[in-house]
């Protein structure tokens, strides 16, 4: 006798386009056409899914893999590209929080608006509403409107009425890392107590112990496909493992481009690692070593990279120039270019000052690369050290640089 399912994920795909700088205005769009260049990015790739009637299961996997995505197929917010989702029974989901409030409303308000649209009449939920204020420990706040609120209050409300709807389904994408312990206390036992009146749970989560803890089953997306899946506590270990000898072997493979990429040994450097230095060399282009360097000499450097994971983002590489007594001398970044840069698979880049006035010294080079927002892909701090030698012509100057002047 066929077991019944209820859902059955049957060779789903799903495809987004990836804009590299899509224009919003219509002058973006025509004065840069480029920017409207796109690639299809597969975010799942054929997966196959069936969870029986009242059977808990969790989604693990690394940022990326599809797990949300498959969350919102089910919840039909979005539609595969290929294959078919069914679902067998009222569905109730937290899987943005806030989303359907209205922030002008009361939280009370709100909660009949939610529970609405998850399919509930008005006298189930007059039935409910004093079980989901209480448990959502809203109180006295439960009247002001809900832009008034904290990220966890939003949590609460939001949890409150997903878990107190009379689904079939319930789907929860990372909210319980929100919230004080003792509400996730008490999040977790409802669960339990969810799961044992027969409500099928899907569960999206970074933390293994959630997913032990709630879930029967795990299913490991990796790359939109699935990787493993059975009991929690085995693919959670497989899980782990495997990220830990993925960071361990980053770590090894951006150490040994220091160690060949001419960088100094002094060097050290901090950053995500999507994006990494792998050669410098200060000299001319015939590869010619120049780490002592003579005063108005041209000063030249080169650098190259690699990309690791994929950077859609336009990127801004920087140096400084910084004197063995920390002083930093000199600094310059792509960011003032009208034109952004967006990292290839592999590249290059120079940096030429034509005449080079730093007074005699030693000094150090830091080089980096940046998102817009910030974010540091790999910044390398002692990445090469040089020498400056001394000019008959400057001789008596003190300072940083040398400067052209006249005594009379």
């Not at 495809?15 to 899509?22: E, G, M, N, S, V």
Request: glycine residues 10%; aromatic residues 10%; charged residues 30%.
């Amino acid at each position: 006798m066929k077991e019944e399912f209820s859902i059955e994920v049957k060779d789903v795909r799903k495809k987004f386009k990836i804009y590299y700088d899509k224009g919003n205005s219509l002058k973006e769009k025509t004065l840069f056409r480029k920017r409207n260049k796109y690639e299809d990015h597969w975010v799942l790739k054929g997966i196959d899914i069936s969870i029986k009637k009242g059977e808990a299961v969790g989604l693990i996997g690394r940022n990326g893999c599809g797990k949300s995505t498959t969350l919102k197929l089910i919840n039909r917010i979005m539609y595969p590209t290929s294959g078919t989702i069914a679902v067998h029974g009222r569905v109730s989901s937290l899987i943005e929080l806030g989303a359907g409030f209205h922030q002008d409303m009361s939280g009370r308000e709100n909660i009949y608006t939610n529970a609405a649209i998850f399919g509930m009449t008005k006298d189930e939920i007059d039935e409910k509403i004093e079980e989901i204020i209480q448990f959502s420990e809203l109180g006295e706040h439960i009247d002001n409107p809900v832009r008034t609120y904290s990220s966890g209050m939003y949590m609460r409300l939001g949890f409150s009425v997903a878990i107190n709807v009379k689904a079939d389904i319930l789907l929860i994408d990372e909210i319980l890392a929100v919230g004080d312990v003792s509400f996730q206390k008490k999040c977790f036992e409802k669960l339990q107590e969810i799961k044992s009146n027969g409500v099928t749970i899907v569960l999206v989560s970074h933390s293994m112990g959630q997913i032990e803890a709630i879930c029967d089953r795990a299913i490991w997306l990796e790359e939109g496909e699935i990787k493993e899946e059975g009991k929690p506590s085995i693919v959670g270990t497989h899980y782990n493992s495997s990220m830990e000898a993925e960071r361990l072997g980053k770590e090894e493979k951006r150490e040994q481009k220091v160690l060949e990429g001419g960088f100094a040994d002094k060097s050290s450097r901090i950053g995500n690692g999507k994006a990494i230095y792998t050669k410098i060399r200060l000299g001319d282009e015939t590869g010619k070593g120049m780490k002592t360097l003579q005063m108005y000499d041209k000063f030249e450097l080169y650098l190259e990279y690699e990309m690791l994971e994929q950077v859609r983002e336009a990127v801004d590489f920087r140096i400084c120039i910084i004197r063995n007594d920390g002083t930093q001398c000199y600094g310059s970044s792509t960011m003032g270019e009208k034109q952004e840069r967006y990292l290839g698979k592999q590249g290059k880049i120079s940096f030429v000052i034509d005449r080079l006035d730093l007074l005699p010294g030693r000094y150090r080079l830091d080089i980096s690369m940046k998102l817009r927002d910030g974010t540091i892909l790999d910044y390398i701090y002692f990445a090469q050290e040089f020498y400056v030698k001394e000019k008959k012509e400057c001789i008596g100057e003190f300072g940083i640089f040398s400067m052209p002047h006249q005594w009379e």
